[in-house]
C-alpha cells in the first residue's frame, strides 16, 4: 500500500503543484498591475490612498445675495458661478490664507456695515478686492477696498504724501458704505450697487440706458464686471460652508486679532522712526499697525487730528495671542471646524 501511495504521489505530483505555481504567479502579476484608482504607490514599500479628489463642486439650489434672490435657473448665471466656485475651491492656499486673515480683520468690517446699514454680505467683497493685501492695481486702485485717489478723495479719504487712508481699514470702509449707499438709491438693487464699485457708476449709467434694465444678471458687460458678483458669491459660499468645500481647520490656526490702543495725534511728528520706539515698539511694528502712513514723517494740518495704534498685551508671543483669542471666543467665519 505504502508502494502504491508513493507512486501516486510522483505520478500525480505535478497535477497539484503546476496549479499552484500558476495561480501564484497569476496573484504576483495581478498585484502588481491591477491597483485602485484611489490608491498612489510612494517609493518602493508603501501604498496609501489618495486624500484629495477633484470632484464638481456642489452648486446649491437656491443662494442670495445682499437678501437678492440670485437666478441660477438661467444657464450662463450657474455655470459663471460654478466657474468661480470651482476655481476659488480648489485654489486652497488663497482661500486657506484668507480664511486666516478674515479671523482678524472680520470683527473689525461686520459691526461698521452693520451701523451704516449695508448688508454682511458686502464683507466678502474685500476678498475679492484685495485678500486684505495692500497691493496696487495697474489702473492705480490700492488699499483694502482698492479705493482709485479719486474715487478715494471723493467719499472723504485723505491721500497725499505723508497719509493715504485708502490703506485704514475702519475708514476705508465708512467710504465704501457711502459709495454703496449711494449707489442703492441710484439703481435700486444692491447686486448693482456691489458690481458699479468694480465699473464704475457711469459705466452702469450707459447700461441701464442702452438694455434698458437695471436688472444685473440681464446686463451684457465686460468680462471682469460680468464675473465680480459671482466671485463674491464663491466666496460667500466657501466661508458660509467651509466643510462642505473641502477646508478644515482649528480656532488656533486662524491669524488673532492683535489688540491695541490709540495715541492721539495733534502735532506733527517729525521722525516716525523715533515716535515708535518712545512708544515702546520698532518702526516695522508702527507701519504693520498703520499701513496708512505713507512717510517716515507725519506732517499735522491745522485742526485735524489722527489716531496711531500701538498694539498692547502679549503682541510679542504668537502662542499667547493665540491664547487669548481662544479665551474670547472670537468670531470665526464658517460653520463647523476640526476638531482636537
Known amino acids: 500500500m505504502n508502494k502504491i501511495s508513493k507512486i501516486f504521489r510522483k505520478k500525480n505530483l505535478k497535477w497539484f503543484v503546476a496549479p499552484g505555481l500558476i495561480l501564484s504567479i497569476g496573484i504576483i502579476i495581478f498585484a502588481y498591475t491591477e491597483k485602485p484608482e484611489s490608491e498612489d504607490i510612494i517609493g518602493d514599500d508603501f501604498v496609501i490612498k489618495a486624500e484629495m479628489k477633484a470632484v464638481p463642486v456642489p452648486i446649491p439650489k437656491k443662494l442670495s445675495f445682499a437678501g437678492?434672490?440670485?437666478?441660477?435657473?438661467?444657464?450662463?448665471?450657474?455655470?459663471?458661478?460654478?466657474?468661480?466656485?470651482?476655481?476659488?475651491?480648489?485654489?486652497?492656499?488663497?482661500?486657506?490664507?484668507?480664511?486666516?486673515?478674515?479671523n482678524r480683520y472680520f470683527p473689525v468690517i461686520e459691526p461698521i456695515l452693520k451701523r451704516n446699514n449695508i448688508p454682511e454680505d458686502f464683507k466678502y467683497m474685500i476678498l475679492v478686492e484685495s485678500g486684505f493685501l495692500h497691493n496696487t492695481s495697474s489702473a492705480g486702485a490700492a488699499g483694502y477696498w482698492q479705493f482709485l485717489k479719486s474715487t478715494a478723495q471723493e467719499y472723504g479719504l485723505e491721500v497725499n504724501q505723508y497719509v493715504d487712508e485708502r490703506y485704514h481699514l475702519e475708514k476705508s470702509t465708512e467710504?465704501?458704505?457711502?459709495?454703496?449707499?449711494?449707489?442703492?438709491?441710484?439703481?435700486?438693487?444692491?447686486?448693482?450697487?456691489?458690481?458699479?464699485?468694480?465699473?464704475?457708476?457711469?459705466?452702469?449709467?450707459?447700461?441701464?440706458?442702452?438694455?434698458?434694465?437695471?436688472?444685473?444678471?440681464?446686463?451684457?458687460?465686460?468680462?471682469?464686471?460680468?464675473?465680480?458678483?459671482?466671485?463674491?458669491?464663491?466666496?460667500?459660499?466657501?466661508?458660509?460652508?467651509?466643510?462642505?468645500?473641502?477646508?478644515?481647520?482649528?480656532?488656533?490656526?486662524?491669524?488673532?486679532?492683535?489688540?491695541?490702543?490709540?495715541?492721539?495725534?495733534?502735532?506733527?511728528?517729525?521722525?516716525?522712526?523715533?515716535?515708535?520706539?518712545?512708544?515702546?515698539?520698532?518702526?516695522?511694528?508702527?507701519?504693520?499697525?498703520?499701513?496708512?502712513?505713507?512717510?517716515?514723517?507725519?506732517?499735522?494740518?491745522?485742526?485735524?487730528?489722527?489716531?496711531?495704534?500701538?498694539?498692547?498685551?502679549?503682541?510679542?508671543?504668537?502662542?499667547?495671542?493665540?491664547?487669548?483669542?481662544?479665551?474670547?471666543?472670537?468670531?470665526?467665519?464658517?460653520?463647523?471646524?476640526?476638531?482636537?
Not at 444657464?75 to 459663471?80: D, K, L
Not at 512708544?279 to 498703520?290: A, K, P, S, T, V
Open 68 to 102: 437678492e434672490e440670485v437666478p441660477l435657473n438661467l444657464f450662463y448665471v450657474r455655470e459663471g458661478l460654478d466657474r468661480e466656485l470651482t476655481l476659488n475651491t480648489y485654489w486652497h492656499s488663497q482661500s486657506l490664507l484668507l480664511f486666516k486673515r478674515a
Open 175 to 340: 467710504a465704501l458704505c457711502e459709495f454703496l449707499r449711494k449707489s442703492y438709491q441710484r439703481y435700486g438693487t444692491w447686486t448693482v450697487a456691489a458690481a458699479s464699485f468694480n465699473g464704475g457708476m457711469g459705466r452702469f449709467d450707459r447700461i441701464v440706458q442702452s438694455q434698458k434694465t437695471s436688472n444685473y444678471y440681464e446686463m451684457y458687460m465686460n468680462q471682469e464686471t460680468s464675473r465680480y458678483i459671482f466671485r463674491i458669491l464663491a466666496f460667500k459660499l466657501i466661508f458660509e460652508h467651509p466643510e462642505r468645500y473641502g477646508y478644515y481647520f482649528k480656532k488656533e490656526q486662524l491669524y488673532p486679532p492683535i489688540r491695541s490702543k490709540e495715541v492721539i495725534v495733534k502735532e506733527n511728528i517729525p521722525n516716525l522712526v523715533d515716535f515708535a520706539k518712545k512708544q515702546g515698539i520698532n518702526y516695522r511694528i508702527l507701519r504693520e499697525m498703520n499701513p496708512w502712513l505713507s512717510d517716515t514723517c507725519l506732517m499735522v494740518p491745522p485742526n485735524k487730528t489722527y489716531r496711531i495704534k500701538i498694539p498692547t498685551g502679549n503682541y510679542n508671543s504668537y502662542d499667547e495671542m493665540i491664547r487669548e483669542e481662544l479665551k474670547k471666543e472670537a468670531s470665526i467665519p464658517g460653520e463647523s471646524y476640526e476638531k482636537d
